[in-house]
């Protein structure tokens, strides 16, 4: 079946630092892709997306670019700031599971003054 | 209200009990999903509606769990007979229809703790 793979955290950087969290899927159909971000005490909100192979999403300073060939949906950003600091997870939504969201482990962002 | 809410946010109970949690999603949203989301368990996939339809159950972990939704709004999850294991947070979504290019809005959850 369809599934999400991150890389673990928690992932500790110094503000303006750069950010990259690895999101690598493997899924039968023609998934779209999702970054979601949980600020603490808040709930899931929707970071960016792409539907399409070599789509780009982009929000808050955020991109993430949809590789099919190597099947990976790397979220970045060049100069992050405390605010950042949240928990990031990557999913997937295809036709095949009724768009359900797949979701991978989540990995908290850690992001020191 | 402009976003999915969720009641109650918290809900304490002792095992055994049952409990009956709500979503009402973004108004003319026609796709309703149930997550939840647990220390051990990550994110996991429950039950999905589209309309007052459920095609897909494949997730509910039991038949302790069930889920109907009325008036293609509101929907209620139900956990008969609680176990300790079904403490987690319970996360409602809805979408504008199915598709890949139709987002999943959250609401804040329900913490569900069960003594």
């Known amino acids: 079946g369809d599934s999400v793979t991150q890389m673990e955290g928690p992932v500790t950087l110094s503000e303006e630092a750069f950010l990259t969290i690895n999101c690598t899927y493997t899924?039968?159909?023609?998934?779209?892709l999702f970054w979601y971000v949980q600020y603490p005490g808040e709930g899931l909100q929707l970071l960016l997306k792409?539907?399409?192979a070599d789509d780009k999403g982009s929000n808050k300073g955020f991109e993430a670019t949809y590789r099919k060939e190597t099947t990976s949906f790397h979220l970045e950003k060049g100069s992050v700031q405390v605010s950042d600091s949240a928990v990031y997870f990557c999913?997937?939504?295809?036709?095949?599971?009724?768009?359900?969201?797949?979701w991978g482990a989540g990995t908290k962002l850690i992001i020191k003054p | 209200g402009a976003g999915v809410s969720q009641s109650p946010s918290n809900k304490v109970t002792e095992k055994g009990k049952d409990v009956e949690l709500r979503c009402d999603p973004i108004s003319g949203h026609t796709a309703l999903y149930w997550y939840r989301q647990s220390l051990g368990q990550g994110l996991e996939f429950l039950i999905y509606f589209q309309g007052n339809s459920a095609p897909d159950k494949s997730g509910l972990p039991s038949d302790r769990f069930s889920a109907e939704r009325t008036g293609g709004s509101v929907s209620t999850l139900t956990i008969q007979r609680t176990q300790q294991e079904d403490s987690a947070v319970y996360l409602c979504?809805?979408?504008?229809?199915?598709?890949?290019?139709?987002?999943?809005?959250f609401g804040d959850g329900t913490r569900l703790s069960i003594l």
């Open positions: 899924a039968t159909g023609y998934p779209s």
């Open positions: 999913a997937l939504s295809d036709r095949g599971s009724n768009y359900q969201l797949i």
């Open positions: 792409a539907t399409k």
């Open positions: 979504a809805s979408s504008r229809g199915q598709g890949n290019n139709q987002p999943q809005h």
